[in-house]
Nanobody, 121 residues
Framework: QVHIVESGGGLVQPGGSLRLSCAASGSIFSIYFMGWYHQAPGKQRELVASINSDDYTNYADSVKGRFTISRDNAKNTVYLQMNSLKPEDTAVYYC???????????????WGQGTQVTVSS
């Protein structure tokens, strides 16, 4: 069993910053992907940023230059530093972690519970 805990959301004014954290614990095998998605009301969940086991990062065009994803392998934790926030960044942010079991190659996909980010004056 794997437990995912997100934190760091909240209300911030335009131009402000927030840092999201997502920690995984439990029966974790090899993590090969950690990412953040967001979902605004009435819209589909979209990838915001991701980082793989080689530390390759990928960002949605809308957040490039403003958001930074990073990971702490020792803590099985992924972070999303969000700067220069805009009202259109308002959404529920979900952490996603993918693992693989060496030997069997079986893959697992885990989601956090979501954390609300609201950017408003």
């Amino acid at each position: 069993q794997v437990h995912i805990v997100e934190s760091g959301g909240g209300l911030v004014q335009p131009g402000g910053s927030l840092r999201l954290s997502c920690a995984a614990s439990g029966s974790i095998f090899s993590i090969y992907f950690m990412g953040w998605y967001h979902q605004a009301p009435g819209k589909q969940r979209e990838l915001v940023a991701s980082i793989n086991s080689d530390d390759y990062t990928n960002y949605a065009d809308s957040v490039k230059g403003r958001f930074t994803i990073s990971r702490d392998n020792a803590k099985n934790t992924v972070y999303l530093q969000m700067n220069s926030l805009k009202p259109e960044d308002t959404a529920v942010y979900y952490c996603n972690i993918k693992t693989v079991v060496g030997g069997t190659g079986k893959r697992y996909n885990y989601w956090g519970q979501g954390t609300q980010v609201t950017v408003s004056s």
